[in-house]
Protein backbone atom coordinates (compact mmCIF):
# COMPACT_ATOMS: atom_id res chain seq x y z
CA UNK A 1 0.00 0.00 0.00
CA UNK A 2 1.49 3.23 -1.16
CA UNK A 3 2.40 5.94 1.70
CA UNK A 4 3.27 9.48 1.70
CA UNK A 5 4.90 11.28 3.94
CA UNK A 6 6.19 15.31 3.31
CA UNK A 7 8.86 17.06 4.96
CA UNK A 8 10.75 19.87 4.34
CA UNK A 9 7.96 22.81 6.17
CA UNK A 10 9.39 25.12 8.55
CA UNK A 11 9.46 28.81 9.85
CA UNK A 12 10.90 31.29 7.34
CA UNK A 13 10.96 34.66 6.53
CA UNK A 14 9.12 36.33 3.62
CA UNK A 15 11.00 36.70 0.21
CA UNK A 16 12.63 33.11 1.01
CA UNK A 17 12.33 29.54 -0.23
CA UNK A 18 11.94 25.83 1.41
CA UNK A 19 11.86 22.90 -0.88
CA UNK A 20 9.19 19.99 0.65
CA UNK A 21 9.82 16.84 0.12
CA UNK A 22 7.33 14.08 -0.35
CA UNK A 23 8.62 10.45 0.32
CA UNK A 24 6.63 7.48 -1.19
CA UNK A 25 6.83 3.78 0.20
CA UNK A 26 5.23 0.75 -0.53
CA UNK A 27 4.65 1.06 -3.59
CA UNK A 28 6.92 2.75 -7.04
CA UNK A 29 5.70 6.41 -7.36
CA UNK A 30 6.07 5.81 -11.67
CA UNK A 31 2.74 4.85 -11.95
CA UNK A 32 1.37 8.19 -10.06
CA UNK A 33 0.57 11.44 -10.53
CA UNK A 34 1.52 13.63 -7.67
CA UNK A 35 -0.12 17.18 -6.80
CA UNK A 36 0.45 19.17 -4.34
CA UNK A 37 -1.89 21.09 -1.96
CA UNK A 38 -2.48 23.47 0.49
CA UNK A 39 -4.78 24.43 3.57
CA UNK A 40 -4.36 27.38 5.50
CA UNK A 41 -6.43 28.03 8.98
CA UNK A 42 -9.74 28.30 8.40
CA UNK A 43 -9.60 27.97 4.34
CA UNK A 44 -10.54 25.00 2.12
CA UNK A 45 -7.61 23.09 0.91
CA UNK A 46 -6.53 24.00 -2.61
CA UNK A 47 -4.51 22.23 -4.71
CA UNK A 48 -1.28 23.76 -5.78
CA UNK A 49 0.49 21.86 -8.72
CA UNK A 50 0.07 18.05 -10.07
CA UNK A 51 3.16 16.29 -12.52
CA UNK A 52 1.70 13.17 -14.07
CA UNK A 53 3.88 9.88 -14.86
CA UNK A 54 4.80 11.39 -18.26
CA UNK A 55 6.32 14.42 -16.00
CA UNK A 56 4.09 17.05 -17.54
CA UNK A 57 2.99 19.71 -15.04
CA UNK A 58 -0.06 21.49 -14.11
CA UNK A 59 -0.71 24.49 -12.61
CA UNK A 60 -3.78 24.74 -10.94
CA UNK A 61 -3.82 27.82 -8.49
CA UNK A 62 -2.98 31.65 -9.99
CA UNK A 63 -0.46 32.10 -6.73
CA UNK A 64 2.16 29.77 -8.35
CA UNK A 65 3.01 32.31 -11.06
CA UNK A 66 6.80 31.54 -11.25
CA UNK A 67 7.59 30.96 -7.50
CA UNK A 68 6.89 27.23 -6.80
CA UNK A 69 8.03 24.26 -8.88
CA UNK A 70 6.73 20.77 -8.48
CA UNK A 71 9.03 18.01 -9.56
CA UNK A 72 9.87 14.58 -9.06
CA UNK A 73 12.74 11.72 -8.79
CA UNK A 74 11.51 8.33 -9.76
CA UNK A 75 14.41 6.67 -8.86
CA UNK A 76 14.14 8.35 -4.65
CA UNK A 77 9.81 7.79 -5.31
CA UNK A 78 10.25 11.01 -4.20
CA UNK A 79 8.31 14.41 -5.59
CA UNK A 80 9.23 17.83 -4.86
CA UNK A 81 7.79 21.43 -4.49
CA UNK A 82 10.33 24.04 -4.20
CA UNK A 83 8.70 27.35 -2.66
CA UNK A 84 10.84 30.60 -3.91
CA UNK A 85 9.42 34.28 -2.69
CA UNK A 86 7.60 32.81 0.01
CA UNK A 87 4.62 35.28 1.72
CA UNK A 88 2.88 35.31 4.57
CA UNK A 89 -0.23 34.12 2.69
CA UNK A 90 1.23 31.09 1.92
CA UNK A 91 1.40 29.97 5.56
CA UNK A 92 -0.51 26.35 5.13
CA UNK A 93 0.00 22.69 5.95
CA UNK A 94 1.33 21.42 2.72
CA UNK A 95 0.12 18.26 1.57
CA UNK A 96 1.48 15.79 -1.13
CA UNK A 97 -1.32 13.14 -2.68
CA UNK A 98 -1.66 11.06 -5.61
CA UNK A 99 -4.32 10.84 -8.03
CA UNK A 100 -3.86 7.86 -10.58
CA UNK A 101 -1.84 8.45 -13.90
CA UNK A 102 -2.55 11.72 -14.28
CA UNK A 103 -3.53 15.04 -13.24
CA UNK A 104 -6.80 15.89 -11.66
CA UNK A 105 -8.26 19.17 -10.83
CA UNK A 106 -10.48 17.76 -8.47
CA UNK A 107 -9.34 17.10 -4.98
CA UNK A 108 -11.70 13.92 -4.97
CA UNK A 109 -9.92 12.45 -7.20
CA UNK A 110 -6.02 12.15 -5.13
CA UNK A 111 -6.79 9.54 -2.85
CA UNK A 112 -3.77 8.99 -1.27
CA UNK A 113 -2.57 11.48 0.92
CA UNK A 114 0.62 12.52 3.29
CA UNK A 115 0.09 13.57 6.65
CA UNK A 116 1.43 17.66 5.63
CA UNK A 117 3.78 19.81 6.22
CA UNK A 118 3.62 22.96 8.18
CA UNK A 119 4.77 26.12 6.38
CA UNK A 120 4.76 29.29 8.35
CA UNK A 121 6.05 32.37 6.76
CA UNK A 122 6.76 35.64 9.07
CA UNK A 123 9.09 38.18 10.08
Known amino acids: QLQLVESGGGLVQPGESLRLSCAAS????????IGWIRQAPGKERELISC????????HYADFVKGRFTISRDNVRDTAYLDLNSLRPEDSAVYYC????????????????WGQGTQVTVSS
Open 51 to 58: IDIGDEVT
Open 26 to 33: GRPLDYSA
Open 97 to 112: ATSGAYCSGSLWDYDT
